[in-house]
């Protein structure tokens, strides 16, 4: 179905702009309006396409159990962090930063549509926000880190991992 939508926009949007410039000083609309007709019918198509591709069930639970799975990795790596932050050097932190999270944190967002397809967009609104904020604290003590704050990476090391603790138990309330 996306494959004829592409079709479609593509020889729909062609024609239109085939038709828009046949004459210098008219349009022809008898052809200009069915073409683009033509175009905005491939794009419903392609968009309907990926909806069913996206919200399919068993994608939309594998999703779900990779956003969890994801978070909890999240969760437990800050944990590890945090036990650890008095005996890594603070320029050393930032990549370990890098080693222990860029996974999860892709695997989380690459999955995180889901949760707006099963639990609606005020459950995603929720979990989003707090996600954002932990990953935004992540940045922080990446940043920080780089700088050779101690201070500021002890600080936001905490509270990116509330952040996430957080994210990890709304997401587990709503599988109940």
């Known amino acids: 179905m996306k494959k004829l939508g592409f079709l479609m926009i593509t020889i729909g949007f062609l024609s239109a702009s085939l038709a828009a410039v046949w004459q210098t000083d008219a349009v022809y609309w008898s052809y200009f309006i069915p073409a683009l007709a033509i175009g905005a019918t491939g794009v419903a198509l392609v968009r309907t396409g990926h909806r069913r591709i996206t919200t399919a069930e068993g994608k939309l639970a594998a999703n779900i159990e990779s956003a969890e799975t994801a978070l909890r990795g999240i969760v437990e790596n800050m944990a590890q962090l945090n036990d650890q932050k008095e005996s890594i050097n603070t320029y050393d932190i930032r990549h370990r930063v890098d080693e222990l999270f860029r996974e999860d944190l892709m695997t989380f967002v690459e999955s995180r549509q889901s949760i707006a397809h099963l639990y609606g967009l005020s459950a995603y609104g929720d979990i989003m926000s707090c996600f954002a904020a932990g990953e935004r604290y992540l940045n922080r003590v990446w940043s920080a880190s780089a700088d050779g704050y101690v201070d500021e990476v002890n600080a936001y090391l905490d509270k990116a991992r509330e952040q996430f603790a957080?994210?990890?138990?709304?997401?587990?309330?709503?599988k109940q």
């Open 166 to 174: 957080i994210c990890l138990e709304k997401t587990l309330k709503l």
